[in-house]
């Protein structure tokens, strides 16, 4: 045993027989959240926990929601013989070490480097990728989608008097801005939250892992909105997203998937290219402690161009992430127009989603078509030079530059 209580790997003939791996660290944009066909997951008392129903509580293990198309499935990773989907929806740093019921609204698992002591016991670690720092004490991803998604329907639903009168101006209904979202301090203050869990997982793997050899891919993240939507989705009824009350636009860009301002679009990219910048800024003070590690960066903040929701018309079809959506109660049956509605059944919608996050916490995700994508793009970065800073870009035909 070591002096952390951790059983050192030997190496030998037996060892070097084991089995390789790909394994899968972090939050719900490797775990697959949004692209469907979910795995059971086994919580921290040992059961493997299958769907639980939708009114049960969201703590259950299962709500990780770790996909069979999860983009460490769909890559080609030649020479890896099993692949090991240990992220977890809405993971945090701390769930990196800690089990993540240790803090609020965490999920009944096992801490991630629990998870991977149990796979180096029968496999030999070749490949880690690991999609971090979304989620921190600072902000979370849900958190930012839903501030900006709350606006814009309270903006659409509710008139000025209405909420001067009745609501005293308590309910927000601007667009958000980059501050809203993630101010510097708590991108800087996420960075080394977020460095610190990574530098854990270095640690652990050059305890556990059987030869000392392993890949650890550090991904970023992918806005699942565009720069501007399509002319389209501009107004409705001669009303667009700066009028008064604008129902019908509402309406209408729920629909497509993307309820939310345009003029909240470009901070919302702001956002993403901070998230694409911590992760980068880890890799970099990560790189310079420890010179022999084969880290590297998959950049995939463009891998989606062109194919993100509202970006074309038809949305959602064709897009490469998942609309919003929500269920009127746990009922298992996603709300898919909004037309018609009045404030009252928005807002019971609306609480559906807050009760049972369950309901509405695939949106804005990665779907299947998504991770596919990003298998392509892992698999570029899998076989890229060690210590390589690799990007992946969707371009106009559909087609995947990883360089």
Request: net charge negative; with cysteine; hydrophobic share 40%.
């Amino acid at each position: 045993m070591s002096a952390t209580g951790i059983q050192a790997v030997q190496s030998g003939p037996a060892q070097a027989a084991l089995p390789t791996a790909a394994v899968v660290l972090g939050d719900s944009f490797v775990s697959g959240e949004g692209a469907g066909d979910y795995l059971p997951v086994v919580d921290a008392s040992g059961t493997a926990q299958a769907f639980p129903g939708w009114s049960a509580a969201n703590s259950n293990a299962y709500f990780c929601h770790r996909s069979a198309n999860a983009s460490v499935f769909t890559a080609s990773l030649p020479g890896i013989q099993q692949r090991f989907n240990l992220a977890c929806s809405g993971a945090q740093p701390a769930d990196i070490a800690a089990p993540s019921s240790a803090r609020a609204e965490g999920r009944a698992v096992a801490s991630q480097l629990d998870q991977l002591r149990a796979v180096a016991q029968t496999h030999d670690i070749d490949v880690v990728l690991v999609g971090l720092g979304s989620n921190n004490t600072q902000f979370t991803f849900g958190d930012v989608a839903t501030l900006c998604a709350n606006r814009f329907i309270a903006d659409a639903w509710t008139g000025w008097w209405e909420f001067w009168a009745y609501l005293k101006g308590e309910v927000p209904q601007k667009p958000c801005t980059a501050s809203d979202l993630a101010t510097d301090a708590e991108v800087a203050a996420a960075t080394t939250e977020t460095t610190a869990a990574l530098r854990q997982i270095l640690d652990t793997l050059a305890q556990v892992d059987a030869d000392g050899t392993h890949q650890v891919i550090l991904q970023t993240y992918t806005n699942p909105l565009p720069p501007d939507i399509a002319p389209q989705y501009y107004d409705e009824d001669g009303r667009t997203d700066t009028r008064d009350k604008f129902r019908a636009l509402g309406a209408e860009r729920y629909a497509a998937g993307c309820p939310i301002h345009r003029a909240s679009l470009a901070p919302g990219h702001v956002f993403s290219q901070n998230l694409g910048s911590l992760v980068r800024n880890a890799y970099t003070t990560l790189a310079a402690e420890r010179p022999a590690a084969d880290l590297r960066v998959l950049d995939v903040q463009r891998a989606f161009d062109g194919a993100r929701l509202c970006e074309n018309p038809g949305s959602p079809a064709g897009a490469l992430a998942t609309p919003v959506r929500v269920q009127d109660g746990p009922s298992g049956t996603f709300i898919t127009s909004l037309s018609g509605w009045d404030k009252i059944g928005i807002q019971r919608a609306a609480n559906t989603c807050v009760t049972y996050f369950q309901t509405c916490q695939e949106s804005w995700h990665p779907n299947a078509a998504g991770h596919t994508v990003l298998g392509q793009c892992l698999t570029g970065a899998s076989a890229a030079a060690p210590r390589a800073i690799v990007t992946c870009v969707r371009n106009a035909n559909g087609t995947l530059t990883i360089s």
